[in-house]
């Protein structure tokens, strides 16, 4: 099996660390290949969302056409998912949709931690988008557009403040990490939550979304054509 994942960033640095989680993420005998995208250094808005989305949807149909069997947008805005899989042949998911239904069959109510609160009004979007706002306890953002994401020990320890202090107002039952680039934070915020007496599940979105992707290549299906239209030719406008 052979998967692509495309990272909304121009960071070389990023870059590699995408491809080291996913990669550490994914079963014996899946390929992953990384792409990014030239003219963008990260998504943290609506904004850089729409302009990411045709270099995204681009990028996706390159990497459909070079024989890839499945693609990840790495990023938990899940910015041009759905508009690719009304062309995409192959599965196409993001950090959001995977991390959400997983943790869904974990425990009773969500608590999504993300980086900026610019990020939390698109994370509300794709919770009513897919009906599960009665499941969400609580939305946190780190508050820091200046977090290195190489510094993991400054980040696990801003997620574990986060994470204990929703446990403590008991807003979750789950944590669901809302954003790709909290690198291998999730199973050491886990294991420091269980050592303080938390023992609850700490989603991480890549790993999620890498084994959620696998899981569709070997089921052998892909996104539903009376939900994923492929858009029409409109022959009346010519």
């Given at each position: 099996?052979?998967?692509?994942?495309?990272?909304?960033?121009?960071?070389?640095?990023?870059?590699?660390?995408?491809?080291?989680?996913?990669?550490?993420?994914?079963?014996?005998?899946?390929?992953?290949?990384?792409?990014?995208?030239?003219?963008?250094?990260?998504?943290?808005?609506?904004?850089?969302?729409?302009?990411?989305?045709?270099?995204?949807?681009?990028?996706?149909?390159?990497?459909?056409?070079?024989?890839?069997?499945?693609?990840?947008?790495?990023?938990?805005?899940?910015?041009?998912?759905?508009?690719?899989?009304?062309?995409?042949?192959?599965?196409?998911?993001?950090?959001?949709?995977?991390?959400?239904?997983?943790?869904?069959?974990?425990?009773?109510?969500?608590?999504?931690?993300?980086?900026?609160?610019?990020?939390?009004?698109?994370?509300?979007?794709?919770?009513?988008?897919?009906g599960l706002t009665?499941?969400?306890?609580?939305?946190?953002?780190?508050?820091?557009?200046?977090?290195?994401?190489?510094?993991?020990?400054?980040?696990?320890?801003?997620?574990?403040?986060?994470?204990?202090?929703?446990?403590l107002r008991d807003?979750?039952?789950?944590?669901?990490?809302?954003?790709?680039?909290?690198?291998?934070?999730?199973?050491?915020?886990?294991?420091?939550?269980?050592?303080?007496?938390?023992?609850?599940?700490?989603?991480?979105?890549?790993?999620?979304?890498?084994?959620?992707?696998?899981?569709?290549?070997?089921?052998?299906?892909?996104?539903?054509?009376?939900?994923?239209?492929?858009?029409?030719?409109?022959?009346?406008?010519?």
């Amino acid at each position: 099996m052979r998967l692509t994942v495309i990272a909304p960033t121009s960071d070389p640095a990023i870059l590699d660390l995408v491809r080291d989680e996913a990669t550490g993420w994914a079963s014996p005998g899946t390929a992953i290949d990384v792409a990014g995208l030239p003219t963008t250094a990260a998504i943290a808005s609506r904004h850089d969302t729409a302009l990411a989305v045709p270099d995204l949807l681009a990028a996706i149909g390159t990497a459909e056409e070079s024989g890839s069997d499945g693609v990840l947008v790495s990023c938990a805005g899940d910015p041009a998912v759905h508009e690719a899989r009304e062309t995409a042949a192959i599965p196409v998911v993001g950090g959001f949709q995977p991390a959400a239904l997983t943790a869904l069959s974990l425990g009773e109510r969500l608590g999504f931690i993300t980086v900026l609160p610019s990020v939390v009004p698109m994370l509300r979007a794709l919770i009513r988008a897919e009906g599960l706002t009665g499941r969400v306890g609580t939305i946190r953002a780190l508050g820091s557009d200046t977090l290195d994401v190489h510094d993991t020990g400054a980040l696990t320890g801003l997620i574990r403040a986060q994470a204990a202090d929703i446990l403590l107002r008991d807003e979750a039952d789950v944590i669901v990490l809302g954003c790709t680039g909290f690198v291998g934070a999730a199973a050491r915020v886990q294991q420091d939550l269980a050592d303080t007496g938390f023992d609850v599940p700490v989603v991480d979105p890549t790993g999620a979304a890498v084994l959620w992707l696998e899981s569709l290549v070997r089921l052998g299906v892909r996104s539903s054509r009376t939900t994923y239209h492929p858009p029409p030719t409109m022959t009346w406008l010519a």
